[in-house]
């Protein structure tokens, strides 16, 4: 589905950020093992939850989802099955398009006494598994995957786990989830150190359900544990609000209230990064929601200037860097993304991808292995971008359709549907135009 915006004199208005998409990935799986049964309120509509939910069901859980209350998210209520409650899935697993689901379900199937098979969609089937597969192996996992353990399809066979020690050679929060939730059923300690932080959904919401996960600096471990149901309340998605955020910067006349937006410190490095770049940001009722900072989140236009993005910040914005990157587009001066490698194995290789299409709107892009430099151009030539069948890509796209000389067109639009299926209709709630 082609999708065409132009933007409006003037943008404005309010926007509720959408369910994290994180938070509720996690909500919907350590429910589904605990005892007992929870309602997660503010679920995220988009489809790779759905893919979440779809595979626990395939595993026995029995979970309903009801629309939510005005302004918010579905409500999903979960029959956790405990720690050792799965049944053999007779179907293969299918993980869509979604990382987490893959990596996170991969450190929950691994040693159990179940068969399963585990894959998702090409982008999926094409992404590193090895990083999971490896370590869960050495914890004694029978698994095995394509290309020598790498790639999905993965099959699950059973072992017994035991504790480890682990340096993680990325530092991925996918990764240190899967090998935390492994560690739930260990014999003995999961020791894992990291190279940076990332972010820490996993560890406040196993502690809020009775685990033992620790931190202390870079090592997180954890102890075999029973996991305890627990009502979550699902903040707004910070990487989704993060459009909106760079919308309201860049163009000339705007100002942009969002509301209730997760600001978890290990989420937050785009507000950060944008204020590095002179943006008006302001954070007000700041609050506390089922142990995750809340706030709403008001920006208006400001003139940008280019900076570097690398180091320990990047696992902090690692999702909002092809948003950030039209924020550099119109900043003055140039911005270096560095240390952001990982970009090139996330849904698609996203330092191509936002290379591709800044070059036909008129951006001069250099590109390595691990870098990306925008020199900013104060202005984006529109026409039709693909959406490289990846959401934060053709989002993106969409907010420079905001701001740029003439329309843009994204081929493949319906992709934003993978976390913000409202994407497009709150483009028009801002004065937008999209046809
Ligand atoms: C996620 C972690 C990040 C992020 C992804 C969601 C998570 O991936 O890019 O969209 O929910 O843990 P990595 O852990 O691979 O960096």
């Known amino acids: 589905m082609p999708v065409t915006v132009s933007g409006p004199p003037q943008l404005r208005g309010e926007i509720t950020a959408p369910g994290d998409k994180s938070v ?17 309120t503010n679920f995220s509509p ?40 799965f049944a053999e899935p007779s179907v293969i697993l299918d993980a869509g398009n979604s990382g987490t689901t893959t990596r996170l379900m991969s450190g929950i199937l691994a040693g159990r006494d179940i068969f399963a098979i585990l894959t998702g969609d090409a982008s999926i089937r094409s992404r590193p598994m090895g990083r999971v597969v490896a370590p869960l192996r050495q914890m004694g996992a029978e698994i095995f995957g394509r290309k020598d353990n790498t790639l999905a399809p993965l099959v699950f066979a059973g072992g017994d786990l035991r504790g480890m020690r682990y340096e993680m050679p990325v530092a991925s ?54 996991l305890g149901a627990d009502d979550d309340y699902v903040p707004g998605d910070i990487s989704s609000a993060a459009f909106w955020m760079v919308a309201g910067l860049v163009h000339p006349n705007a100002e942009i209230m969002i509301r209730g937006v997760g600001i978890n410190p290990t989420r937050a490095g785009v507000i950060d990064a944008l204020k590095m770049m002179n943006a008006d940001i302001t954070l007000e009722n700041e609050r506390d929601a089922a142990g995750e900072p809340v706030a709403d989140i008001l920006v208006r236009s400001s003139d940008l200037k280019g900076t570097v993005i690398g180091g320990e910040i990047v ?60 020199h900013g151009a104060g202005r984006l030539l529109g026409g039709n971008f693909n959406g490289h069948h990846d959401h934060r890509i053709a989002m993106s796209e969409g907010i420079a359709g905001l701001i740029s000389e003439s329309p843009v067109t994204i081929t493949g639009a319906e992709i934003a549907s993978i976390s913000y299926p409202q994407f497009w209709a709150e483009i028009e709630k801002l004065g937008g135009a999209v046809e």
């Open 315 to 374: 696992p902090l914005l690692i999702d909002e860097i092809p948003v950030l990157a039209v924020a550099a587009a119109l900043a003055e001066g140039e911005t270096r993304f560095e240390d952001a490698e990982e970009l090139r194995v996330k849904e698609t290789d996203r330092i191509a991808a936002t290379a591709d299409w800044m070059t036909a709107a008129g951006v001069t892009v250099e590109t390595t292995a691990d870098t990306m430099t925008v």
């Open 173 to 226: 929060a996918q990764l240190k989830s899967s090998l935390l939730l492994a560690g739930l059923r260990a014999d003995g300690e999961t020791r894992l150190v990291q190279p940076a932080q990332s972010r820490d959904h996993t560890e406040r919401m196993l502690n809020a359900m009775g685990a033992s996960v620790t931190t202390e600096g870079n090592e997180v471990s954890v102890t075999p544990s029973e």
């Open 46 to 85: 988009g489809a790779d939850c759905s893919s979440t939910l779809d595979i626990l069901r395939a595993l026995g859980v029995e979970i309903d989802r009801e629309p939510g209350q005005e302004g918010l998210g579905d409500m999903v209520h979960i029959n956790g099955v405990g720690m050792h409650g």
């Open 24 to 40: 509720s990935h996690r909500s919907a799986m350590f429910n589904a093992i605990a005892g007992g049964s929870a309602t997660v």
